[in-house]
């Protein structure tokens, strides 16, 4: 089925759209599991997601990241956020700004998933290329509306991006759940990588333009 809404950037305006529909898209994900719990029946677990999403969107927005949603009927069914290759250090100003931006957030998000967090990025970013590319840290679409190629639309859009800009040279992501796997392979990614997290399987692909 083709899908038949837009793709658009996100803005300010959309922060708490993006934190409910990819809280909903990311409930049963093996990794916000592993660092959050169930926040489909612990109310606190799905407070813990809401943080960390509001935390992820405001620093997408903040460093320009390509962070764009699929919207149907004008609401938001679904969502990526891509890091584009770094072509400078950021400003001392802006990592200022940062810093007392999700610094609040960070200290309301348990010490113990923070620790896990960083241990995933750390595993994660060393099994990525070492070429310049975007680095899919997110890509969902609300359940409601899954089923319609949301999903395909979205990573295509990226594609495009990708494409469009001069200094990258594909795309990279990381996915926990094993399912995900043939469905980036169909869409041209390949296994790059595979690697373990306290017990939680990582798997990195890549994705390089022909």
């Not at 890091?83 to 007392?100: D, F, Y």
């Not at 990525?128 to 859009?157: E, N, W």
Request: charged share 20%; hydrophobic share 45%.
């Amino acid at each position: 089925m083709k899908p038949g809404g837009r793709i658009a950037p996100l803005t300010s305006a959309d922060q708490e759209s993006f934190a409910a529909v990819m809280g909903r898209a990311f409930a049963d994900d093996p990794l916000f599991l592993h660092l959050f719990g169930p926040s489909k029946s612990d109310r606190f677990a799905a407070k813990r997601v809401r943080l960390f999403l509001t935390l992820v969107f405001k620093k997408a927005l903040l460093q320009g990241e390509d962070m764009r949603g699929y919207f149907e009927n004008g609401r938001l069914a679904g969502a990526y956020l891509a890091e584009p290759p770094r072509t400078s250090r950021s400003g001392m100003r802006q990592n200022v700004k940062l810093a007392g931006l999700l610094l609040p957030l960070l200290f309301r998000l348990p010490l113990r998933s923070l620790g896990q967090l960083n241990a995933y990025m750390r595993v994660t970013r060393n099994a990525a290329p070492v070429t310049a590319h975007h680095y899919l840290a997110m890509l969902g679409v609300d359940p409601s509306a899954q089923g319609k190629g949301i999903g395909r639309a979205l990573l295509l859009d990226l594609f495009g991006r990708v494409h469009a800009h001069a200094g990258s040279q594909g795309a990279a992501l990381d996915t926990e759940n094993r399912r995900n796997v043939d469905w980036y392979v169909s869409l041209g990614f390949v296994l790059s990588a595979e690697a373990s997290l306290g017990g939680l399987p990582l798997y990195c692909m890549h994705w390089a333009p022909k």
